[in-house]
């Protein structure tokens, strides 16, 4: 479609203005304007406030700012071009292209148009000094053309010190920046960055109601919220609508405030639209604002909302990534119960050693030696970054989980504080089975009879093996300590359990056998110690050539003449 001048909308090249009762990001700004890297990325869900960042950052001294608010329509590479041209002109003046711009199918004359625009838009600021432009695209993540990414790329590639790209998105990038992300050519702040801090939010609360409510609200806000922008805003524009002279919620009033019901139905929660009815997105709504300011409101019924109320100590230990480790290697998100798919072997490895690792960082150059031993590809950073990209995909399903694979200094680590592994458990288990101590590894029974398994079984890395090889020999020793502990107890059939389990794990354990033979001589039980010093024979016979010690043999003969306790 070609554009003819009455159809450029305007509103999509200027710069937003800013919103009323904005918190200033003193401290983001401050480390944006010490930004070196021609590309800076804002990736974050909607309501941590991008685009008044950046509108904040277009405003300082010493910048020029092309904007440009995308939509869907944006993915036309002339329509795409002729906005940047427009954008361009608005921030430096004067900056024009010739060219008559219509659209054409011939991917070589688009090309030439991209190669003239950033020629023409290169010779315009190299003469800036003190001066930088800034280019923001705003909503990248509906750009799709890979004609539009390497267009971009290019830019990028010609541009010096006195350019910048601003990529505002609430999605992970296209792999056409991979290489700025490879060599360090980029700067990224994600939802955690975003996020206000708590005297952020006291400055809001007071500005926006009084001094006294910044104290008494503020620590409850930012810890609900998180430092959630939209939400801290959200709850102090509430307050200030539905508080009485002593600030208590009048919960009646606030479920009657549209502005909370179009805010986050029609800005927040524009996704899940298309997959629920809006009746029932409104319910789903009102009940987290019942749960949200329940906290807040003296005079809110707490039975009322109690199913729905999540307890502050709980919600302080809540995890958003569940991962088990022994028997199969599985990643699940809490929240909808999808469990991570793996594209490739290797990034399941990968993903499994920064777990076992439990948080501590690791050097690039160690962690491709671990995945790549011995035969490493000639391009094991790009596969090493391109599998750190689809799992960052995979998690980003959970927003709290965007930034989960932390790199800094060139080192990479997981924030295990949103990770519930079944790794802390076992480790804990093995301890008390080190120090001997059955009774509270009793407490622990179920997990170390039934959900055990080996570490990390279908990783083939030789780094787990050492962790693996002790796991396997210090989970014996837990069922003879547990073992000891119910005999003493006269928990016969628990200590059954424990040999069995035992057995189950190396059958070829004398020690269990024997162990197991004595609790069901106890017990009287002569069949199964029939079956058990029959099957215990053959095992050593055929498998070992060997056979049972005369301590295990002489176990069995005295059982059978042992009566029932």
């Known amino acids: 479609m070609y554009m003819e001048e009455q159809q450029i909308l305007e509103s999509k090249i200027l710069i937003p203005d800013l919103p009323k009762d904005y918190e200033r990001r003193e401290k983001l700004l401050s480390k944006m304007q010490h930004i070196e890297e021609n590309l800076l990325v804002l990736c974050a869900p909607s309501g941590y406030g991008k685009t008044v960042l950046m509108s904040q950052y277009a405003r300082l001294s010493g910048y020029s700012c092309a904007w440009y608010h995308l939509d869907f329509s944006d993915n036309e590479f002339v329509i795409f071009v002729r906005y940047l041209t427009l954008s361009f002109s608005k921030a430096l003046g004067g900056f024009r292209m010739e060219e008559n711009m219509c659209p054409d199918t011939d991917t070589e004359k688009d090309s030439q148009l991209g190669r003239k625009l950033i020629m023409k838009l290169k010779n315009c600021i190299k003469d800036m000094k003190e001066q930088k432009l800034v280019l923001v695209l705003d909503e990248f993540q509906v750009l799709e053309k890979p004609k539009i990414f390497q267009f971009l790329k290019e830019l990028l590639d010609h541009m010096d010190h006195h350019f910048m790209l601003a990529v505002l998105t609430k999605d992970n990038l296209s792999e056409s920046f991979a290489k700025y992300f490879i060599h360090h050519k980029s700067s990224i702040m994600g939802g955690r960055c975003l996020s206000l801090e708590e005297s952020e939010v006291n400055n809001i609360l007071e500005r926006m109601i009084s001094k006294e409510s910044g104290k008494k609200y503020a620590k409850i806000i930012w ?190 680590r997981l924030d295990m504080s949103r990770i519930k592994v079944d790794l802390d458990i076992k480790k804990k288990i093995c301890a008390l089975a080190e120090a001997g101590k059955g009774k509270e590894i009793y407490e622990h029974r179920e997990e170390l009879l039934h959900n055990w398994g080996v570490y990390l079984k279908e990783v083939d890395g030789t780094w787990c093996i050492a962790r693996r090889t002790y796991f396997e020999r210090t989970y014996g020793k837990a069922c003879t300590v547990l073992a000891d502990y119910c005999r003493e107890k006269g928990d016969y059939e628990t200590e059954v359990s424990c040999w069995s389990a035992y057995m189950a794990a ?6 269990a056998v024997a162990g197991l033979m004595r609790c069901y001589a106890k017990m009287g039980e002569r069949n199964q110690l029939q ?33 029932k306790e």
Not at 373 to 384: G, I, Q, R, T
């Open 223 to 412: 810890e609900d919220t998180k430092g959630w922008p939209a939400g801290v805003m959200l709850a102090a524009r509430c307050l200030s609508r539905v508080c009485d002279g002593t600030f208590r919620v009048k919960w009646e009033q606030l479920s009657r405030e549209s502005c909370i019901e179009n805010y986050i139905t029609y800005e927040l929660f524009r996704s899940f639209l298309n997959n629920r009815s809006g009746e029932e997105l409104k319910r789903q709504i009102n009940k987290e604002i019942a749960a949200f300011y329940q906290t807040l409101g003296e005079d809110v019924k707490e039975e009322e909302y109690a199913a729905i109320v999540p307890k502050r100590a709980d919600e302080k230990k809540k995890s958003f990534l569940s991962v088990s480790c022994f028997g199969k290697f599985r990643v699940v998100l809490t929240e909808s119960g999808r469990e991570i798919p793996w594209r490739t072997r290797k990034a399941m490895e990968f993903f499994a050693y920064l777990v076992d690792l439990e948080g501590k960082p690791v050097e690039r150059r160690e962690l491709l030696e671990c995945l790549w031993p011995d035969n490493a590809p000639n391009n094991e950073v790009a596969m090493l970054h391109n599998m750190i990209y689809n799992i960052r995909k995979e998690l980003s399903a959970q927003p709290e989980l965007a930034d989960l694979i932390q790199y800094k200094k060139h080192q990479y």
């Open 506 to 511: 190396d059958r070829y354990s004398e020690k």
């Open 531 to 563: 079956q058990i010093y029959q099957y215990a024979k053959k095992i050593f016979r055929e498998e070992m050539e060997t056979e049972l010690s005369p301590e295990t043999v002489q176990i069995y003969k005295e059982g059978l003449k042992r009566k």
